[in-house]
C-alpha cells in the first residue's frame, strides 16, 4: 500500500490563518520527505524538503520538521494568503530504486480574503 | 527557461484510437517518469527512464507504452485507450543525483468515451 498518509481535504481558511496539513508516513530506514504544490492549472512543484531526521525544510513561508519518532511530516504556516490556495502532496522517497517516490492524495487548500 | 513541456494539454478520443502524449524537457536531466492523478488516488507512477533506451514499469503500467530514443522526449503511448484512462497525466524529470527532486510538466487531460 501506499506508505504516505496525508490529511483529507478539502481545508478552508481565512487569510492571516495558521495553516497545519498532517502527513505520516510508514517506511523502514531513512526516507527522505518532500512536500510539493499544485497551484490550479499547473504541475506539482517542489516545496520543501527533509532529507533526515529533525531537518526542518522550509520555503516561502512554509514549514515541515522531520520528526521520526512519530513518523511525520506536517505543513506548517505561520499566516497563509490568498495566494496559497493550491493542492498539497506529501511525498516520500525510500532511496531504494528510481519508481520509489511516493505520493500522498493531495489536501486541497483555499484561502478566502 | 527551464521547463518540461506537454502536448497535447487537453484531449477527447474514443476508445481504441490509439494516441500519444508527448513530453520533452530542456534540462539535460537523465530522469524521466510519468504519472496519473485521480480523486482520491493522489499520483501514481506509470513508466519511468533512467536514461535514453532504458525504461520501467511504475505502479500502473498496464494499457500504456513508452520509449525514449532521445534524451529530452519521453512520449506516453495508448495503444488502445479505455474509459478506465480518463485521468490527469503528468510527466517530470530530474537530475540524476537529485533523483527524486522532480520538475513537473503542466498536465494532459485525458478524456476517454
Known amino acids: 500500500g501506499n506508505p504516505v498518509t496525508q490529511m483529507e481535504g478539502p481545508v478552508t481558511l481565512s487569510e492571516e490563518a495558521f495553516l497545519t496539513i498532517n502527513c505520516t508516513y510508514t517506511a523502514t530506514g531513512y526516507p527522505s520527505l518532500f512536500w510539493y504544490v499544485q497551484y490550479p492549472g499547473e504541475g506539482l512543484q517542489l516545496l520543501l524538503k527533509?532529507?533526515?531526521?529533525?531537518d526542518k525544510g522550509s520555503n516561502k513561508g512554509f514549514e515541515a520538521t522531520y520528526r521520526k519518532e512519530t513518523t511525520s511530516f506536517h505543513l506548517e504556516k505561520g499566516s497563509v494568503q490568498v495566494s496559497d490556495s493550491a493542492v498539497y502532496f506529501c511525498a516520500l522517497s525510500d532511496r531504494t530504486g528510481a519508481n520509489n517516490l511516493f505520493f500522498g492524495t493531495g489536501t486541497r487548500l483555499t484561502v478566502i480574503p | 527557461e527551464a521547463q518540461v513541456t506537454q502536448n497535447p494539454r487537453y484531449l477527447i478520443t474514443v476508445t481504441g484510437k490509439k494516441l500519444t502524449v508527448t513530453c520533452s524537457q530542456n534540462m539535460n536531466h537523465e530522469y524521466m517518469s510519468w504519472y496519473r492523478q485521480d480523486p482520491g488516488l493522489g499520483l501514481r507512477q506509470i513508466y519511468y527512464s533512467m536514461n535514453v533506451e532504458v525504461t520501467d514499469k511504475g505502479d500502473v503500467p498496464e494499457g500504456y507504452k513508452v520509449s525514449r530514443k532521445e534524451k529530452r522526449n519521453f512520449p506516453l503511448i495508448l495503444e488502445s485507450p479505455s474509459p478506465n484512462q480518463t485521468s490527469l497525466y503528468f510527466c517530470?524529470?530530474?537530475?540524476?543525483?537529485?533523483?527524486?527532486?522532480?520538475?513537473f510538466g503542466p498536465g494532459t487531460r485525458l478524456t476517454v468515451t
Open positions: 527533509a532529507t533526515k531526521a529533525d
Open positions: 517530470a524529470s530530474s537530475f540524476g543525483d537529485k533523483l527524486y527532486e522532480q520538475y
